[in-house]
Nanobody, 115 residues
Framework: QVQLVESGGGLVQAGGSLRLSCVVF????????MYWHRQAPGKQRELVAG???????DYADSVKGRFTISRDNAKKTVYLQMNNLRPEDTAIYFC?????????WGQGTQVTVSS
């Protein structure tokens, strides 16, 4: 049984920062790319950032320069440092990982940015 558990969400004022964490529980042969997605109310889920097992990163244009994704392979954890948050960043943030052709999703953590 594989489980992804996110933490670190909350309420913050515009311009503030949050750091999300996601721990992978369970046995996976290999964790390939790890991602953060988000879904705002009334909008489609979107990819925020991804990081390969080699450390190559990619970001949505809307978060470039403000968000940083990182991972600790020994801890099977992926992080998302979010700085200079904006009200439009308000969403549920989901951690996802790819392993052996299967994509696993966490339950999500709420991030709310007040203006």
């Amino acid at each position: 049984q594989v489980q992804l558990v996110e933490s670190g969400g909350g309420l913050v004022q515009a311009g503030g920062s949050l750091r999300l964490s996601c721990v992978v529980f369970g046995n996976l042969f290999r964790i390939n790319t790890m991602y953060w997605h988000r879904q705002a109310p009334g909008k489609q889920r979107e990819l925020v950032a991804g990081i390969t097992d080699g450390g190559i990163t990619d970001y949505a244009d809307s978060v470039k320069g403000r968000f940083t994704i990182s991972r600790d392979n020994a801890k099977k954890t992926v992080y998302l440092q979010m700085n200079n948050l904006r009200p439009e960043d308000t969403a549920i943030y989901f951690c996802t990982v790819d392993s052996s052709g299967v994509r696993y999703w966490g339950q999500g953590t709420q991030v709310t940015v007040s203006s």
